[in-house]
């Protein structure tokens, strides 16, 4: 199969236009669950169709197909983008010189999961492809900008596998981290403490004791489980969170009717409950190997709560469900202190003026030293006994 087949290339501006079997194999082949939920014709879809991307958002679809004859081979969720917001690699400062030199860096093409920092393939192609697949979408992605006169194109959170091959097709490679909770073959949550420092251990079961202390109940609900009175609950516990750091949430209110519908068995809602009100919760989502931490809010503060209900449990949920990893998502050092290391992340870039090019490769060169030297420096700080991180190196 991954021959010289005449590639054909085009854009779509809706998942409508696409089945929901042509996509997913590409974007999850194989049978069971998909190793990376966020680029699924489902979740893709239930952004389109709850308004959280298109209209006034700043994330346009155009999605990216690649075609072989009338076989679809590869995809990407490629959207033009009119700001910076939802994307986690940032690029504000490369914003503002481009535009302090005259140029106009908005719209940009961004392949990406909207709102998701979540590494994972960005290039996907259908097995069997793989050579032929990434180059035709790399190769379109940069037409398509090319051809609309736009400043670039930025795949974010792709894979190393990606942004090796990526880099030999000439795209320019940003390295950053965020923090994984790795699964040792541990069979309880006791296990996970005793590979730990006495002192982080014992950190860890009084920020337990305190969270649990906190008068109420801790529940957690997948599939039909939850109800929509839950994700009314979560709803308020989300515009919070999002209106502190954000200003604005990224997910509308009907993303989560539509979730429910269409990802329920993909999804673990973690709720607090106190006199008779939810008053916390976390939400994350359930890959094939991995539990991904997504959205946490409170509409009360209760000491600890955060941790028990985005850390804890979700290192209790993946030993029992003997998944592999918990990834909790962008920044936050202290995930260092509750098992969660530095792990080195991955994202492309290619910039249509050659000098600003030259600048931003630099720049990358100088920040990819950096990044090296803070996961070596964060890994020394981690809670882990001597001999339990000699293991991990």
Request: glycine share 10%; charged share 25%.
């Amino acid at each position: 199969m991954d021959g010289s087949s005449d590639i054909t290339i085009e854009t779509v501006d809706s998942l409508g236009a696409v089945t929901p079997e042509a996509w997913d194999a590409c974007a999850a082949p194989g049978r069971g669950r998909p190793a990376d939920p966020f680029v699924t014709w489902r979740f893709l879809k239930a952004l389109e169709d709850s308004g959280s991307v298109g209209g006034r958002s700043g994330w346009q679809p155009t999605y990216l197909l690649a075609r072989a004859g009338d076989e679809l081979i590869a995809v990407a969720p490629m959207y033009a983008k009119f700001h910076s917001q939802g994307e986690y690699v940032f690029d504000h400062s490369w914003a503002h010189a481009y535009e302090r030199a005259g140029g106009e860096y908005y719209p940009k093409l961004q392949i990406a999961a909207p709102f998701t920092p979540v590494p994972g393939r960005r290039f996907l192609v259908k097995p069997g492809w793989e050579r032929i697949g990434m180059s035709a979408l790399v190769q379109g992605a940069v037409q398509v900008a090319a051809q609309a006169g736009l400043s670039g194109v930025h795949a974010t959170f792709c894979t190393a596998e990606e942004a090796e091959a990526g880099a030999q097709m000439g795209l320019m490679h940003r390295r950053g981290q965020q923090f994984h909770w790795e699964n040792r073959g541990y069979g309880a949550f006791d296990d996970f403490l005793a590979a730990l420092s006495s002192r982080k251990r014992k950190m860890i079961r009084k920020e337990r004791a305190q969270a649990q202390g906190f008068g109420g109940r801790i529940v957690r609900l997948t599939g039909d489980q939850i109800e929509p009175a839950h994700w009314d609950a979560f709803w308020r516990f989300y515009q919070d969170t999002g209106a502190r750091k954000w200003g604005s949430p990224y997910l509308t209110r009907a993303f989560f009717d539509e979730a429910q519908a269409h990802l329920r068995d993909d999804m673990l809602l973690v709720l607090a409950e106190r006199e008779g009100r939810w008053v916390a919760g976390a939400l994350n989502f359930i890959g094939r190997d991995a539990l991904f931490g997504r959205y946490w809010g409170c509409t009360e503060h209760h000491p600890c709560l955060h941790f028990e209900l985005c850390y804890y449990v979700a290192i209790e949920e993946a030993i029992a469900r003997g998944l592999a990893r918990v990834e909790a998502g962008a920044q936050g050092e202290h995930k260092l202190a509750r098992g969660y290391l530095p792990k080195e992340t991955h994202s492309l870039h290619w910039v249509a003026d050659e000098g600003f090019r030259r600048a931003i490769a630099d720049f990358l060169e100088q920040e990819a030293r950096a990044v090296d030297y803070e996961i070596e420096v964060l890994t020394g700080y981690g809670p882990f006994r001597r001999e339990h991180r000699e293991e991990q190196d």
